[in-house]
């Protein structure tokens, strides 16, 4: 408990320091406020940008389309990662063009998506889908795979059929590195989200960063990369509050062994 | 005499070569003996004679490249069920599941053929001296009380046979002498056929009525020992001048193999 007390106040200490910093760079330099505002005006930006309903709208725009791609993606990772996983065969089909996509940085498919879909939420969604996929589907390969072998000779033993093996040994055994490439992929969605926004979006938090930026408006610019930031934060904690439910059993949640 | 339970023979297992110039490696050479109802016999040798191998053959994890594994199973009705009960050297237990709940693991897995007999599981538990631990996760429980939970589970459904592989191996000694003990409790009260494997020789000589004596390179039978120390044994037994002859025998006898 007293751990936790003193990481917290190290954070307000270093929030402090870093707004600190920030405000005598500005002054001391005599950085005009197009360039850098101050901490305040960015806050009350902030504030007023939150208030008068832009954000939550632009911002639900970006969420929701993240939601919506990171859902598909990983659940296409997951099937084919379980097949990849069951199928040395199928794995080896499927493996080169994966590593083609992922070798690719998406971000220079959004034009050629543009071409496509035009502007707007398939050009997004897709993106976000081949964001989502390949983390998802390596750690499932993984998982699935790393069942020690004794554990399988005990099912063996009691007689256990595929079904019985995949759900109540493997599924189990593989979730936390299934979660693990769950959090890459939702952090990767949120990046795929934002920068498909600035190349083919006509709403959401990524082009109010665009939108900011054509206008020279600093104070907009940086207030909306703090919206980003929270969004891609409460989405990230969405994931581990899930962790945290499903592998309480696992020795890398140490907050529960201090509880029992 | 009484019947065999197991019947092992003439097996032999050659691991082939995976490359052309590597040479074929045989782990086991025409092993044959049968293991009695009710009795302890322990597989002792150093490691690579096999004794582990010929273990999964026997409860058929593995096949044999030659030979023939015989169970004679008296019990018709239940044929459907495992007849082996299985403790590896590590616990195997699942750790999302309560102890009590690894132990009624196998009824899940059979839940058409047998149902859960948990007032014998219950108590096993007592028998393993675990009551109280029945709730509590694998993370909390130390590397005897895993072992032990692993037993329970491997009699839940009342095999005929257990089978342990150097179950206690990973252990410190102070905590391998405990489990010797409550085996023998165990197997006292439950009247099982036991068919331990082991590299230590005086935890052989302690627990078995026989030991098969295993030799390496290739993995073969060096002699098939009766142990004739009176029990019940106890901790004054591995004081006596036959079980320290035994002992010595046994050293002798591994030594002049290599």
Redesign the interface.
């Known amino acids: 408990m007293k751990r936790k007390l003193l990481i917290i106040i190290l954070s307000i200490l270093f929030l402090i320091l870093f707004i600190g910093f920030w405000q005598g760079y500005k002054v001391l330099n005599e950085v005009p406020s197009f360039i850098l505002p101050s901490p305040q005006e960015v806050g009350e930006e902030f504030i007023s940008l939150l208030l008068n309903g832009t954000f939550l709208e632009e911002g639900w725009v970006t969420l929701y389309t993240i939601l919506i791609g990171f859902v598909i993606g990983s659940s296409l990772g997951f099937i084919s990662g379980y097949f990849a996983a069951k199928s040395k065969k199928f794995e080896e089909l499927i493996m080169p063009y994966m590593l083609l996509i992922q070798a690719t940085p998406k971000v220079s498919l959004i034009p050629l998506f543009v071409i496509w879909f035009g502007l707007g939420m398939p050009s997004k969604l897709l993106l976000i889908v081949l964001s989502a996929f390949f983390p998802v589907m390596v750690n499932t390969i993984l998982g699935l795979r790393s069942v020690?072998e004794?554990?399988e000779?005990?099912?063996?033993?009691?007689?256990?059929n595929e079904r019985?093996r995949v759900i109540?040994?493997q599924l189990?055994m593989a979730t936390p590195v299934i979660f693990a490439g769950l959090k890459v992929a939702m952090v990767q969605s949120v990046i795929g989200a934002i920068v498909s926004e600035w190349m083919a979006g006509e709403r959401g938090l990524g082009y109010l960063l665009v939108y900011g930026s054509s206008q020279y408006n600093a104070n907009l610019l940086i207030a909306s990369i703090f919206a980003t930031a929270f969004l891609g934060l409460a989405l990230y904690w969405v994931i581990e509050f899930f962790e945290r439910r499903l592998l309480?059993?696992?020795?890398s949640k140490l907050a529960f062994?201090e509880e029992? | 005499m009484n019947e065999p339970v197991v019947s092992v023979n003439n097996i032999s297992k050659i691991f082939k070569g995976s490359k052309k110039k590597a040479k074929d490696f045989v782990a086991l050479e025409n092993i044959s003996f049968d293991v009695f109802k009710g009795e302890f016999v322990s597989l002792l040798g150093p490691s690579g004679c096999g004794k582990s191998t010929l273990l999964?053959i026997i409860?058929n994890?593995i096949p044999s490249t030659g030979g023939k594994i015989d169970i004679y199973n008296e019990n018709e009705t239940e044929k459907k069920?495992?007849q082996?009960g299985?403790v590896?050297?590590?616990s195997?237990l699942?750790?999302?599941r309560t102890a009590l709940d690894n132990a009624l693991?196998?009824f899940?897995?059979?839940s058409n053929?047998k149902k859960a007999d948990e007032k014998h599981v219950k108590r096993l538990f007592e028998l393993a001296k675990l009551n109280g631990f029945e709730d509590s996760?694998?993370?909390?429980l130390s590397g005897g009380m895993k072992q032990r939970v692993a037993i329970v589970r491997a009699l839940s459904y009342n095999p005929e046979i257990l089978l342990m592989d150097e179950p206690f191996g990973a252990l410190d000694a102070i905590t391998r002498d405990e489990l010797n003990n409550l085996l023998l409790e165990i197997w006292h009260s439950t009247k099982k056929t036991i068919l331990f494997v082991t590299h230590s020789i005086s935890e052989a000589v302690y627990l078995s009525d026989r030991i098969i004596v295993m030799g390496t390179k290739p993995g073969r039978v060096l002699e098939d020992m009766h142990i004739d120390i009176p029990r019940p044994r106890d901790e004054d037994t591995k004081l006596s001048p036959e079980f320290f002859n035994y002992v010595k025998k046994l050293r002798v006898m591994l030594k002049n193999s290599e």
Request: avoid cysteine; glycine fraction near 2%.
């Open positions: 020690p004794n554990y000779y005990l099912l063996t033993i009691l007689g256990a019985q109540k040994l189990p309480f059993w696992h020795e062994k029992i | 999964k409860s994890l069920i495992p082996f299985f590896f050297q590590d195997v699942l750790p999302w693991f196998p899940e897995i059979m053929k996760y694998p993370r909390q």
